[in-house]
């Protein structure tokens, strides 16, 4: 009788561990369910985890398809549980960052809502993709990260150190024009000069380290898109602008998403 009470309370335990283990990754199973309905990548149905350092339904229809598990690093406590499952990592684009996090307290006077967690947590993915050579794009915010992560620094309010020949928000999304001042296919079209983006940001790249090339510029000198050197990462990649909101026939939204790809097909965990 003994025997058969530990056999039953053993076989109710691994149950229950079970039942935890789904409940935990609803969040995460919802996100892969919607990527469904999105236009395939060129990975011949592989099934990719993606995970987003704060999901939001731009990011998810932009980068999912088929086979594509997408997983918000934002809503889940412990990051160290899905890291080891990352084939690639996109910081996505929100807050200012903290001043602190590049040594700066000027700019925490013309900082908006600083997202504490938030930094932490990217630093941390930014660290691992660069220590695993996990494919990594930044957007925005994300962009700005990278340098931060990599020990550079940010203009606190571009009007106020820059000017105003160039307006990369107003009250909300615009839109301009930026020139490119090297060469990645990975991010434009090949033959691209001039290209118009969208903009929503007051800050951006100040102090750069050396291993970040900047391919290029708003017209008021500001970097908006950057590549990291080959000899410290295989692909890390990012924009100031946000490609996720460009639209599915916008070339550089295309682009992007697919030397994302296939940076993830022949990267070997």
């Known amino acids: 009788m003994y025997k058969k ?13 079970k039942v935890f283990a789904v ?29 987003l350092s704060k999901a939001s339904a731009n990011y998810i229809n932009w980068i999912g398809g088929d086979s594509i598990i997408i997983l918000d690093a934002y809503t889940i406590k412990n990051t160290d549980s ?10 996505t684009g ?22 504490y967690q938030r930094d932490t947590l990217e630093r941390k993915l930014f660290a691992f993709s660069l220590e695993k050579k996990i ?14 992560a990599s020990g550079g620094s940010l203009y606190g309010d571009i009007p106020t150190e820059i000017g105003t020949t160039v307006i990369h928000r107003n009250n909300g999304e615009v839109n301009h024009e930026i020139v490119l001042c090297d060469t990645s296919s990975l991010i434009f079209p090949i033959d691209t000069d001039t290209i118009m983006v ?8 100040k102090i750069m380290p050396n291993h970040l090339r900047v391919i290029a510029r708003s017209f008021d000198g500001l970097p908006e898109a950057v590549v ?13 602008f946000h490609p996720e909101r ?11 998403k697919k030397s994302f790809f296939r940076a993830i097909s022949s990267n070997s965990k």
């Not at 009470?5 to 561990?17: A, D, E, P």
């Not at 990527?35 to 985890?49: I, L």
């Not at 990291?228 to 100031?240: C, G, L, R, T, Y």
Request: charge should be negative.
């Open 135 to 148: 494919p990594l794009i930044g957007v925005c915010r994300g962009m700005q990260m990278m340098n931060v």
């Open 82 to 91: 899905i890291l080891a499952l990352a084939d690639g990592i996109i910081l």
């Open 94 to 115: 929100g807050e200012d960052i903290n001043p602190l996090q590049y040594n700066d307290t000027i700019n925490l006077a013309v900082c908006g809502d600083i997202n």
């Open 23 to 51: 409940l935990v990754c609803l969040p995460m199973l919802t996100l892969a369910q919607q990527t469904n309905t999105s236009d395939n990548n060129s990975d011949n149905g592989v099934e990719r985890t993606i995970i």
């Open 5 to 17: 009470i530990r056999v039953f309370t053993c076989c109710y335990v691994w149950f229950m561990k």
């Open 228 to 240: 990291m050197d080959k000899s410290e990462h295989p692909f890390m990649i990012a924009v100031q």
């Open 198 to 205: 969208n903009s929503w940001h007051h800050q951006g790249l």
């Open 246 to 256: 460009l639209g599915k026939e916008n070339a550089i939204h295309q682009t992007m």
